[in-house]
């Protein structure tokens, strides 16, 4: 075997061993080569093979240092699932991101910057983070005051904040016939029923708003105009509009779930049109990584108080580390770049969809990371399920998403982001050629 190879051999086993960790740096190449007697450009050749086996990683004007190990298969936020191809959990991830976000860490682990970093957090932040937070929320035709933001320490957290803010243990909250499923699991957490309200296509109707307000009022709405999770739909400014009016008129507060808004250009959020009668959602989650992440709230004046409450009482408030963090990416231009790497992945994601599903009745956004499929007959959403994951891939029913006692339709989430494009490609075009066959089809194999 050649030396540099025997060398590389050595070293490898070392990090196989734990006596070279994750994060420790190698020696310049120079003096790896007087420490071991070879030639420097030996020494160039071991590094390059340590590279090539995937076991360190050069960062340029920094070194080579021991790269972490390959994640442990399986989803990263949820119970490990038995199915090999996830089309449940959906968390993007781009290739890039991980050498673009640690940049902007490494200042933060100066002793100097550290230190501040990590002591307690008010729900309000820093100045820095609030006007990179209204920064990151600004988009044509609206233009939040950082003075309003506030922060929890996720998305889920946010929400969560702000129905316990709003609606009362057995209080009344509405939410449309099929929503993201947590605020189920919220709802029943805080005590509060969820009422379901209509959509058509165009997303909630104001109609529907009304009408549940008749026998007994809400105490405030929860929706997603932009990028409905798990329909896809956007809301027109002429329906936000509407809802903005019927909301001032009952004197009802939304909460706005803009968490996957970062994908398109829509119109301006709801609480654009309705400011006095909105709490708005964002998060760093699915934009950035879901590991170190804040979520973003901005509140109407008057119910300042009562959600930094909220956010203390349920220690929901965010890390100084975590803003810190985001403060940084958002300001030297990581978030924005990382965002736009997004984008155009969820598009390719959509037009394998569109390949593999032609035919079929599908709903979706082509900016979005998810799908929603009508199956046609015979087929029912749990039969279809099961006939999946018999397949090896995870989908989700409707009744995951339907609220209330009528019966769920039948239709499945498909969710895009986590496999590989070749991967989901191969599932997705599985997924076609089940729902082309029968169930007794799939019972029989």
């Given at each position: ?9 050595t ?11 994750p ?6 190449q ?9 030639a420097?450009s ?14 360190v ?10 790269r ?20 449940e959990?959906n968390?993007?991830l781009?290739t ?8 902007g ?13 990590l ?11 609030r ?24 998305g889920?957290q ?12 057995g ?15 919220i ?39 932009t990028?409905?999770?798990p ?8 329906r936000?509009a ?10 009802l ?22 400011p ?30 009562r959600?930094?409450?909220?956010l ?5 408030t965010?890390?100084g580390?975590?803003?810190q963090?985001a ?9 924005a770049?990382?965002?736009q790497?997004?984008?155009d ?16 009745t ?6 979005a ?20 994951a018999?397949?090896?891939i ?5 009744a ?6 009528p ?26 050629a ?10 029989a194999?």
């Amino acid at each position: 075997m050649e030396d540099y190879r025997r060398i590389a051999d050595t070293i490898a086993a070392d990090i196989t061993a734990g006596r070279l960790r994750p994060g420790d740096r190698l020696p310049p190449q120079r003096r790896f080569a007087r420490d071991h007697r070879i030639a420097e450009s030996t020494a160039a050749r071991v590094y390059r093979e340590l590279t090539r086996r995937g076991l360190v990683v050069g960062e340029v004007g920094r070194g080579t240092f021991v790269r972490a190990a390959a994640p442990v298969p399986g989803p990263p936020l949820a119970e490990p699932a038995a199915a090999r191809i996830d089309l449940e959990l959906n968390y993007p991830l781009v290739t890039s991101q991980d050498a673009q976000l640690a940049r902007g860490l490494t200042p933060l682990l100066r002793p100097d910057v550290l230190g501040p970093a990590l002591r307690p957090c008010a729900a309000t932040g820093t100045p820095a983070a609030r006007a990179a937070a209204a920064a990151l929320l600004t988009c044509p035709g609206w233009d939040p005051d950082p003075d309003r933001v506030l922060f929890a320490g996720n998305g889920r957290q946010g929400i969560a904040a702000a129905l316990a803010a709003l609606v009362p243990p057995g209080g009344r909250l509405g939410v449309e016939s099929l929503t993201y499923p947590v605020i189920k699991a919220i709802a029943a957490r805080l005590g509060i029923t969820p009422v379901p309200l209509p959509l058509d296509e165009h997303g909630l109707r104001p109609d529907g708003v009304t009408d549940a307000c008749r026998t007994t009022p809400l105490h405030a709405v929860y929706l997603q105009p932009t990028l409905h999770n798990p329909l896809g739909l956007t809301m027109a400014p002429a329906r936000r509009a509407e809802l903005a009016a019927t909301l001032t008129r009952l004197n009802l507060t939304a909460v706005e779930d803009r968490i996957w808004s970062f994908l398109t250009d829509g119109p301006p959020p709801l609480a654009a049109f309705a400011p006095d009668h909105t709490v708005l959602i964002d998060s760093l989650s699915k934009r950035l990584a879901p590991g170190l992440t804040a979520g973003l709230i901005l509140a109407p004046p008057a119910l300042t108080d009562r959600l930094t409450s909220a956010l203390r009482s349920g220690a929901w408030t965010a890390t100084g580390f975590a803003l810190q963090a985001a403060t940084r990416w958002i300001t030297d231009g990581t978030a924005a770049v990382i965002g736009q790497a997004k984008r155009d992945d969820a598009a390719a994601r959509q037009r394998i969809a569109a390949r593999a599903l032609t035919g079929f009745t599908v709903h979706a956004d082509p900016h979005a990371y998810y799908c929603w499929w009508r199956l046609p007959d015979p087929w029912r959403a749990e039969t279809f399920v099961a006939a999946a994951a018999r397949r090896g891939i995870a989908i989700t029913p409707a009744a995951a998403f339907a609220v209330g006692r009528p019966a769920a339709p039948g239709a499945v989430r498909l969710g895009l982001a986590s496999p590989p494009p070749g991967t989901l490609d191969h599932a997705l075009t599985t997924l076609a050629a089940i729902a082309h066959g029968t169930p007794e089809d799939t019972v029989a194999e």
